[in-house]
């Protein structure tokens, strides 16, 4: 706590204000005059001191609000799967004190309700605290995650080849991943629960410290919260799918497929698509014998990763839910920003930490659903993301207007196409732009989508990290920037599809389209910096092997437009059609569809 005095050093604030800003505290200004809140500032407050439910509780509080009963109940089901997986090892107590202690974890058991069928299921988890783990020792292992448009490539190259999709979940995943050649590690389990696992299985008591009250276990599998759990599993369930005949991708480790199968992998979530329904059902049964319990579903209203996937025809339709989000928000708005979006007010207060921790919390939210199925508000998220250290009321007004917004058109959602060309092919079209020296610090803003027929299935919108000198400059380096994800999006669509994919980058800038086919730099960029000229001899070097083309594209057709600049009401409504965010059609799947489903699952049955 700081008591600020009159001729506080000077260079005392500015370690203090820098301090603030990187979010290492906060500031509360105390014992000073109540001004009453402006009623849009009410609205805002009211809207963001709302308290967040826990991700997870502990067992006081989950016995206090589901039930002691119910609590137990989860808590054994728990406990029993890593029994029978046979996770853990006890350590006699005489061993014990041969443990190298820098091997030794805590442990903590969390729940969560969630809705099923209308009923309250509590679900509980046994933690290990992979915090505590010797970063020298267990050394930081990261696993691969499908990227979410390599998932948007398989739902519309089903629909568009009537193929059948389903998603799978393998329950505990965590608990089948063996840790054999990895270095010892031990957890340690105290309390009720420890009192717990040895009443269900009595071998653990020749581990318990009743001194301690602590049972001390070798981990022969991984455990959630390790750090090395999520790697394992990726490297058990890959080597059961390559036994089982799948190869995984080049361009996306976590996409595998063999002849007429074809699936996502996203820690144990599966999205699976098929030529046949009864492959599924075979992969399935392969699954499930190996890790006991595999959750299966199938169409015709699928979700994956918070996105429910609907095949209308030969299109995608993708939603969140964003109830989680709006639920406390009145009124609606017509666009996500103002046109101000890039002005930023000097003379505005910053927000007490409690206002700051919250607003954070929704930007992040906001943030996974913009990457996905709503880009209409990505511009206006991104920059949102830059002020989460040090928000101000400026930046809340911001973000009310994006929550408005989201308000009065829930009911969008993200429609996809795949679109096959005469001779077999298909078009990745990039559309690349940037606004020109429109933030504070003269930098300009990139934008890009890429599309293979209709909609967006993959967006970007970014700051750029230098200072252009021209607007030509500033779409050469946005240019560069993004073609390098076509270029792999590219290959990795004919990886998944077998088919051709002709890469085509729109832009809407006549002097960036002289000086590709010219590759000689005039007016304004002509005393360009060195860095701009390797960027445009790298395009021209990669358009002579035949990578991508450059085609032009009028203004009021390019699509990443919106991705780089406010738009007002009316072409705002035009930019979410041309990106493929539209009202929900609502139709159903075509009966023939949805018969042959219903066939086939009743013959599996």
Wanted: glycine share 4%.
């Amino acid at each position: 706590q700081f008591k600020i005095i009159k001729n506080f050093p000077a260079e005392y604030l500015m370690i203090i204000k820098a301090l603030q800003e990187r979010g290492e505290f906060g500031l509360i200004e105390k014992n000073q005059p109540q001004i009453p809140p402006k009623p849009e500032m009410k609205t805002l407050v009211s809207l963001m001191d709302k308290k967040e439910n826990p991700n997870h509780l502990t067992f006081g509080q989950s016995a206090k609000k589901f039930g002691m009963d119910a609590t137990i109940s989860a808590m054994d089901e728990e406990l029993l799967n890593i029994i029978v997986k046979k996770v853990l090892k006890p350590v006699p107590l005489y061993l014990q004190h041969t443990i190298d202690k820098t091997s030794i974890i805590p442990s903590s058991i969390f729940f969560k309700g969630k809705e099923i069928d209308g009923k309250t299921q509590v679900k509980a988890r046994l933690v290990a605290g992979g915090h505590k783990q010797s970063r020298v020792i267990y050394e930081s292992k990261t696993s691969p995650t499908v990227k979410p448009h390599s998932i948007f490539v398989l739902a519309c190259y089903a629909a568009e080849f009537f193929w059948a999709i389903s998603t799978m979940d393998v329950k505990c995943a965590y608990l089948n991943a063996h840790r054999l050649g990895e270095k010892p590690l031990h957890i340690k389990i105290s309390g009720e629960i420890a009192k717990r696992l040895i009443k269900l299985d009595p071998s653990f008591k020749v581990a318990f410290d009743e001194k301690n009250n602590f049972i001390l276990s070798l981990m022969l599998k991984a455990l959630y919260g390790t750090i090395e759990a999520a790697n394992l599993w990726y490297g058990e369930i890959s080597e059961t799918l390559i036994e089982l005949g799948f190869k995984p991708c080049t361009y996306d480790a976590c996409i595998f497929q063999k002849k007429n199968i074809k699936l996502g992998l996203y820690v144990d979530d599966l999205f699976v698509i098929a030529k046949d329904q009864k492959l599924i059902f075979e992969l399935h049964d392969q699954l499930q014998a190996k890790y006991d319990s595999v959750k299966i579903s199938s169409e015709p209203e699928l979700k994956f990763l918070g996105m429910e996937f609907k095949i209308i025809e030969s299109m995608v339709s993708i939603k969140i839910d964003l109830s989680d989000v709006i639920k406390d928000v009145k009124g609606i708005s017509d666009t996500p920003t103002s046109m101000d979006l890039f002005h930023e007010k000097e003379e505005t207060k910053l927000l007490n930490y409690e206002l700051s921790s919250h607003f954070h919390s929704l930007v992040a939210k906001l943030l996974y659903i913009a990457k996905r199925t709503r880009p209409d508000i990505l511009l206006p998220v991104n920059i949102l993301c830059t002020k989460v250290k040090s928000p101000t009321e400026s930046d809340l007004k911001k973000l009310l207007k994006v929550l408005k917004y989201l308000n009065g058109t829930n009911n969008k959602v993200l429609l996809l196409k795949l679109a096959i060309n005469d001779d077999n092919s298909i078009n990745l079209d990039a559309y690349i732009d940037a606004a020109f020296s429109v933030h504070r610090d003269c930098k300009s803003h990139s934008g890009a989508c890429f599309t293979i027929g209709q909609g967006s299935i993959l967006h970007c919108s970014t700051k750029q990290g230098c200072v252009s000198k021209s607007s030509t400059e500033a779409e050469l380096i946005a240019y560069t920037d993004f073609i390098g994800e076509g270029v792999a999006l590219k290959h990795l669509i004919e990886e998944i599809t077998s088919l051709k994919v002709n890469l085509r980058v729109l832009q809407d800038n006549q002097s960036v389209m002289s000086i590709l086919k010219t590759g000689v730099l005039s007016g304004k960029s002509k005393h360009a910096s060195k860095h701009v000229r390797v960027r445009i001899a790298w395009i021209k070097e990669r358009t002579d092997d035949n990578e991508f083309v450059t085609i032009y594209c009028p203004t009021d057709l390019m699509i990443s437009d919106g991705l780089t600049k406010p738009k007002t009401a009316n072409s705002h409504v035009e930019y979410c059609d041309m990106i493929g965010v539209v009202p929900d059609p609502r139709s159903d799947p075509s009966k023939e569809r949805a018969e042959k489903n219903v066939q086939i699952g009743r013959a599996h049955v």
